[in-house]
């Protein structure tokens, strides 16, 4: 309930450092998110990739959260980023994959 206040303190930050305190902000969230309280997470996880945008779990988790809400595209634009930076085949690759194909897309 406190994004905007997190955003604020990170984005007050010079911006050489914000991926410093997205970090910090990605491991209070992931728990939650590893718990699979995507959309509990999802706020927070999509501040980390505001800051870094290239953080892979970060895009999976954005994505999920935004898959559960059911905002595919946006879904779609978190999910195809993690799978370019992610290259690894395996449970996280599949979940991201199985997102994106049953709206459509």
């Known amino acids: 309930g406190q994004i905007d ?3 604020g ?3 007050a930050l010079p911006a050489a450092r914000r991926y410093e305190a997205a970090g910090i902000s990605f491991a209070t969230g992931h728990p939650s998110a590893d718990a699979g309280d995507q959309l509990a997470a999802g706020p927070l996880m999509e501040l980390v990739v505001e800051c870094w945008p290239n953080h892979s779990m970060a895009l999976s988790h954005a994505g999920a ?3 559960e809400r059911g905002e595919y595209e946006r879904a779609d634009e978190y999910l195809f980023a993690f799978l370019e930076e992610y290259q690894i085949e395996d449970g996280w690759r599949r979940n991201a994959e199985a997102m994106i194909g049953p709206h459509g897309c």
Request: avoid cysteine; hydrophobic fraction near 65%; proline fraction near 0%.
């Open 5 to 7: 206040r997190a955003r």
């Open 65 to 67: 959260a935004a898959y």
């Open 9 to 11: 303190v990170v984005l």
